[in-house]
């Protein structure tokens, strides 16, 4: 498949696996048909391996939304990216805000994340973005500048290839809020000149938005050709709704 379009479903802390595979089952039937869009689903650890049954010959992968940065040992409560792997996961997100915020993870942890994912032959997913308080200051360059170089650093260009970036300003995941259609592009537009130019990289990097992204404004980021898809957190747990926007990235 010829991809354009990513539609990633952020589950965060949601759904039981009765709940997965109540979703799942009225989903997967109606995921038949994408030609150019890879749908891509994070539930919680626990439900990576039942949904391997759902997603086997269909076109939806499965990621998850964490992981440890050693293969194994003695590091109580955590999975790794060769655990992942070995489940069925093909993505894994990494830099998520609530994980910054909430766990403590600093640019240096989220770096050796990454590297133990690529070389555990996973795609990673790493999220970016600004609080409310540094765009008033119009710092949100400067923010996600370097939060790109602390996350990549020591990575290399072959490496690169197995790595989206999503963009997610703080103050709209949750919230309602989005960015406008011409800030999110500018942010897609300056994330794929700092890969491209300052850290040399790629000069086709993947970018997505995400923060508050529903049926009725995916039209408005799908429809920028420097978005690449959409990070969706509260609505792709409804599957009526996750169908929509899948639907909307089929034909933008
Ligand atoms: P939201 O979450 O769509 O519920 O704002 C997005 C995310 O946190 O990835």
């Known amino acids: 498949m010829n991809i354009k379009k990513y539609v990633i479903a952020n589950w965060k802390m949601n759904k039981t696996n009765s709940e997965t595979v109540n979703f799942m089952e009225k ?5 038949e048909d994408l030609k150019s869009t890879e749908v ?8 990576i391996p039942l949904m391997n049954e759902f997603c086997k010959d269909k076109k939806i992968k499965i990621g998850a ?22 489940s069925g996961a093909e993505y894994v ?3 998520h805000s609530e994980r910054r915020e909430y766990f ?4 240096n942890i989220i770096n050796k994340k990454i590297k133990s994912v690529l070389n555990n032959n996973l795609k990673v997913i790493l999220c970016v973005g600004e609080t409310q308080i540094q765009r008033e200051n119009k710092q949100e360059y400067s923010v996600v500048k370097n939060q790109l170089k602390d996350a990549l650093s020591g990575i290399k260009p072959e490496d690169f290839e197995n790595i989206l970036i999503a963009y997610e300003p703080i103050w709209a995941i949750g919230t309602g809020k989005v960015v406008t259609q011409f800030d ?9 000149e700092f890969i491209s ?3 040399k990289l790629s000069k086709n990097c993947i970018v997505l938005y995400g923060g508050s992204v529903n049926a009725s404004n995916a039209k408005e980021f799908f429809g920028v050709k420097e978005i690449d898809g ?16 899948i639907q909307i990235a089929e034909n933008s």
């Open 230 to 245: 959409g990070l969706i957190g509260g609505a792709a747990l409804k599957e009526e709704e996750f169908m929509k926007i």
């Open 197 to 199: 130019l300052e850290l």
């Open 65 to 86: 939304q964490n992981c440890y940065f050693l293969d194994s040992g003695a590091f109580t409560g955590e999975i790794s990216a060769k655990m992942l792997k070995d």
């Open 27 to 31: 989903f997967s039937k109606r995921i």
């Open 104 to 107: 403590e993870e600093t640019g």
């Open 184 to 192: 999110a592009r500018e942010m897609a537009v300056q994330i794929k």
């Open 93 to 95: 997100i990494l830099g």
């Open 40 to 47: 891509v689903i994070c539930p919680s650890f626990l439900a």
